[in-house]
């Protein structure tokens, strides 16, 4: 069962009722985060325990929001593999460097984690219908998780977001609009449709459970090493899996799975969209909307986002960095992932990647730490641009 407990606003603190489909903080329009009896949970979700349970993310049933199981989605999301670097981590001086293959989840991306939660959870609440803008995998989820619930659901895209990702979304039953311009230009489509029609928005950290089904990377992580790694490398554009991990190591010391001890966690931005990365360096809690965003790596192209503050909060709490690279960097990371390691990867898991390699020359990477690396999608929807 759920322990679900209540919904806390991640600014405020406003507390508000975990039975109401909600977007945002009703004070203050702030994320909103769940929050859980985790003492009453920690009876059954035991760390030593997990054998035997569903290789998805809903083996951590208690800590995620859906309380009646037959509304629980799945597709065959999470328990993605950890794979050791075989060259690549060598090549670099790390002896434990391993690559978190969120490529293999359904649609080919972690957003698949997200949509299970928050469609599911969303459904039982009544949502009868939904919108999203995305930069493309994000989409694709939603249509998945949308057909697999039986409920509509419209995708607005960048018009110059890969042909795959268009036909992905159709061909899973999903109304699609191109819109001229990026990321942000879709939101304020969404945010228009889910006001004037009985439609409920799924744009990132814009309702509560995405971040749900995300923080489960946190949990797989600390049951596939048998604890916590010293430095988890993340490529973020919205950041709700950095958001996710953060709050997801918490609840787990509360837990008693792992005590006080963090990853220290690194988010690594294009160098042609680095907000987080520029508000970070600065010393600043907010980030600065990017103008004229621009990189291949599409889940990178956010100009804002709207849980910056979380985002920049866990990385400093933890003593992690943020980093921004180039274009260049990104491709040769991407073919190095490929020809090195057999990992097709997205261009974001190219970044992820370039900015570790950064990280490593600067001397901030040491060589006996472990090490995770996210390659965050698959690279077959993303051909047509990297391939030339």
């Not at 969120?102 to 649609?107: A, F, M, Q, V």
């Not at 939904?130 to 694709?140: D, E, H, M, Q, R």
């Not at 949308?146 to 036909?167: M, N, V, Y």
């Not at 960097?329 to 190219?350: D, H, T």
């Amino acid at each position: 069962m759920s322990f679900l407990a209540h919904l806390e606003c991640g600014r405020c603190g406003e507390i508000c009722d975990a039975e109401q489909l909600l977007n945002l903080c009703p004070r203050c329009h702030s994320p909103l985060l769940a929050r859980y009896d985790l003492a009453a949970a920690g009876r059954t979700l035991r760390r030593y325990a997990m054998a035997g349970r569903p290789a998805n993310l809903w083996r951590y049933a208690e800590i995620l929001p859906v309380r009646v199981p037959s509304f629980r989605l799945t597709l065959g999301e999470g328990w993605t593999p950890l794979l050791p670097s075989q060259r690549v981590g060598p090549a670099l001086g790390l002896h434990h460097l391993l690559i978190k293959e969120e490529g293999l989840n359904p649609t080919g991306s972690f957003k698949a984690r997200g949509m299970a939660v928050a469609v599911a959870r969303a459904c039982e609440l009544g949502a009868p219908a939904f919108v999203l803008p995305s930069a493309g995998n994000a989409g694709g989820a939603l249509a998945a998780y949308a057909s697999r619930a039986g409920r509509p659901a419209h995708i607005i895209l960048p018009a110059d977001t890969p042909a795959p990702f268009f036909q992905e979304c159709t061909a899973l039953g999903a109304q699609v609009t191109a819109i001229p311009g990026h990321i942000g230009d879709a939101g304020r489509m969404a945010r228009e449709e889910a006001a004037e029609n009985n439609v409920f928005l799924l744009s990132t950290l814009q309702e509560p459970y995405r971040v749900e089904g995300k923080k489960t990377m946190a949990l797989e992580l600390v049951e596939q090493l048998g604890g916590v790694p010293d430095v988890i490398v993340y490529p973020a554009g919205g950041g709700t899996g950095i958001v996710g991990m953060w709050k997801g190591f918490a609840e787990m010391e509360a837990l008693g799975w792992i005590g006080p001890e963090r990853p220290r966690m690194v988010v690594v931005q294009a160098a042609g969209c680095a907000p987080l990365v520029r508000a970070f360096h600065q010393g600043s809690e907010q980030a600065q909307p990017w103008e004229d965003p621009a990189t291949v790596a599409l889940g990178l192209r956010v100009p804002s986002a709207i849980a910056d503050f979380l985002i920049l909060r866990a990385v400093r709490e933890s003593q992690g960095t943020a980093v921004a690279v180039s274009e260049e960097a990104i491709r040769a990371a991407w073919e190095r992932l490929g020809r090195q390691e057999g990992i097709l990867a997205c261009p974001e898991g190219g970044a992820a990647l370039a900015g570790l390699e950064s990280l490593v020359h600067q001397g901030w990477v040491q060589p006996d730490e472990t090490v995770v690396l996210f390659n965050t999608g698959s690279g077959y929807k993303y051909m047509e641009t990297l391939v030339v």
